[in-house]
């Protein structure tokens, strides 16, 4: 599953414009983590081991 993809059911009623939205989340994981890697690493706790089985189901 593709961010995008999983962004299509979340539609806040603050941000009707869900494109800057998305611009919003990836610049503040980038601004405090450097990247989305970053972000699930130090942000959320996943090891890059749990990324990549996650990615493996989702994304391959």
């Known amino acids: ?4 993809h999983f962004m299509n ?10 494109a800057i939205y998305e611009t919003f989340i990836f610049d503040e ?3 405090k983590y450097g990247s ?3 972000f699930l690493e130090k942000g ?6 749990k ?3 996650l990615k ?3 994304l391959e």
């Open 9 to 18: 059911g979340f539609q806040p009623q603050y941000a009707p414009n869900r």
């Open 1 to 4: 599953m593709s961010v995008k």
């Open 56 to 58: 493996k189901m989702y």
């Open 51 to 53: 990324q990549a089985k």
């Open 29 to 31: 994981m980038a601004s």
């Open 36 to 38: 989305i890697h970053g």
């Open 44 to 49: 959320i706790g996943l090891s890059t081991d």
